[in-house]
């Protein structure tokens, strides 16, 4: 019963640091997502994929690139991180009318 | 662009008191409705929806109504318990635009015995 699993769930990385955040699901929905949040401004969606080998932006995909090889995977790269990316990340799957959330990564940049 | 807004918290109340979370939104169109849910040191979960006007979506106590005339959709809940402590996020989707939600920036629920 994993549903969607997000690993690392907490990192610390310098200016300028790469990193990727993972993601899986187990429950071969089409569609994923990534959202930020940040304090006072709900969720903001920053990639989606409406299936393997698609990906699009969202309203804040700068910074960020995303692919998806397989159905059950849709990794998020931070090339070079910046304090601004300091968030909780959450990644998203969905079937029509439900988005299954994992449990958050946080993240700061120093 | 679409847009929800909620209001601010942090709404504290006591055990078995109502709670109200007030939801507007401004959209081109009828959206779907949304409330989501987050305890502490979890991700989001579905609480309730409605898909069109007049509909109201329930699920633990919880209560809400799409309103068209006011574009809203207010979460209610009669008798509150220490375990509703939690964010609440109001959020809307167009089936058109695939499962893109726009959320509200959340209200935050604190519930004392």
């Known amino acids: 019963n994993a549903g969607v699993t997000q690993t690392p769930k907490f990192q610390v990385l310098k200016t300028g640091q790469s990193m990727t955040l993972q993601c899986a699901q187990d429950?071969?929905?089409?569609?994923m997502s990534w959202y930020r949040q940040d304090p006072g401004m709900g969720l903001r969606l920053i990639h989606y994929s409406v299936g393997a080998g698609i990906t699009d932006q969202g309203e804040v995909p700068n910074g960020y690139n995303v692919s998806r090889s397989t159905t059950e995977d849709f990794p998020l790269r931070l090339l070079s991180a910046a304090p601004s990316q300091t968030s909780v990340y959450f990644c998203?799957?969905?079937?029509?009318?439900?988005?299954?959330f994992g449990e958050g990564s946080r993240l700061t940049v120093l | 662009g679409d847009s929800v807004t909620q209001m601010e918290g942090p709404v504290t109340l006591s055990e078995e008191a109502f709670l109200t979370i007030n939801c507007t939104y401004t959209a081109t169109g009828y959206p779907s409705l949304f409330w989501y849910v987050q305890y502490p040191g979890e991700g989001l979960q579905l609480l309730l929806k409605a898909t069109k006007a007049d509909d109201k979506g329930s699920n633990k106590g919880f209560e809400a109504t799409y309103r068209k005339e006011t574009t809203s959709f207010h979460l209610e809940k009669g008798s509150v318990q220490v375990s509703d402590s939690a964010v609440y996020f109001c959020?809307?989707?167009?089936?058109?635009?695939?499962?893109?939600?726009?959320f509200g920036g959340g209200t935050r629920v604190l519930v004392k015995p």
């Open positions: 429950m071969n929905h089409e569609y």
């Open positions: 959020a809307l989707s167009f089936k058109a635009a695939g499962n893109k939600l726009t």
């Open positions: 998203a799957s969905s079937s029509p009318g439900e988005l299954f």
